[in-house]
């Protein structure tokens, strides 16, 4: 399976693969090219469109509460950042962590039929400071897609508890109608309705709604950023 995986990779590798989206969704959206994602990580910065981050920081610890659905401390790939619109001034902090242990985590309210033993997660939080202090908790399940009896999927909450997007991986390109075990990028919907995607191989790239409020694309802006650094797909590719 790896080595199909990597024969039809090199196959795309002709032209510049890029994830498919749905039709409808890419008509309306607004596509930026990421700058930063690869190459050197020490002092890393991503930005795309009017988005920047602060250094990525990867020798943060710390111990975390998801309130809803996951508790960890210690995971193996901490990650912290803030991001900012530099031409609206707003900007959120994000925290995450990925390769979390068994007992880390503990599962809630139904919104995943898996074993209480998955390994492979990303969660954490994102915190606004203005207007008004407000955090969202994330929880992504399988976003590797390694585990073959959980699909790639994952939630965002607001502060109540209620679901605000929900994310599921990306597993097809364009040009290919056979969706790979691969993820590629992940998709955000409000409801069924796509509103952003973020693409992680290449240098990576991120798309928006154009309806979407700046607010929620200060937030989908974290997550996309928080994606795209939390691995590296070149680097998976290599060692297949």
């Known amino acids: 399976m790896k080595r199909l995986a990597f ?18 969704f890419a008509a309306r959206a607004e596509s930026y090219e990421v700058q930063g994602k690869n190459g050197w990580q020490v002092n890393q910065v991503i ?16 111990s975390y509460h998801v ?5 960890f401390s210690g995971g193996k790939e901490s990650l912290a950042f803030n991001i900012v619109n530099k031409e609206a001034g707003a900007g959120v902090n ?11 985590l503990s599962l809630a309210k139904g919104y995943f039929q898996i074993p209480l033993k998955q390994k492979d997660v990303f969660a954490g939080a994102i915190y606004f400071s203005q207007p008004e202090l407000q955090r969202f908790d994330f929880l992504l399940l399988n976003p590797n897609n390694q585990q073959p009896t959980a699909k790639c999927q994952g939630v965002v909450l607001d502060e109540k508890g209620d679901d605000y997007f929900t994310i ?34 290449n240098k990576g790239r991120v ?12 937030l989908l802006s974290s997550l996309a950023t928080g994606l795209l650094v939390r691995n590296n797909l070149q680097e998976e590719v290599e060692n297949l």
């Open 168 to 201: 599921k991986g990306i597993t097809k390109l364009q040009g290919s109608k056979i969706p790979q075990t691969q993820v590629f990028g992940y998709e955000f919907l409000q409801g069924d309705k796509v509103v952003g995607a973020v693409e992680t191989l």
């Open 67 to 71: 309130p809803f659905l996951v508790d």
């Open 94 to 104: 994000f925290l995450g962590d990925s390769r979390l242990k068994d007992n880390h």
């Open 207 to 218: 798309w928006f709604d154009t309806s979407l409020s700046e607010r929620d694309r200060l």
């Open 47 to 62: 930005k795309f469109g009017p988005y920047e981050t602060s250094k990525i920081d990867r020798s943060m610890t710390f």
């Open 7 to 24: 024969i039809f990779l090199a196959a795309v590798s002709c032209k510049t693969a890029q994830v498919s989206l749905q039709q409808d």
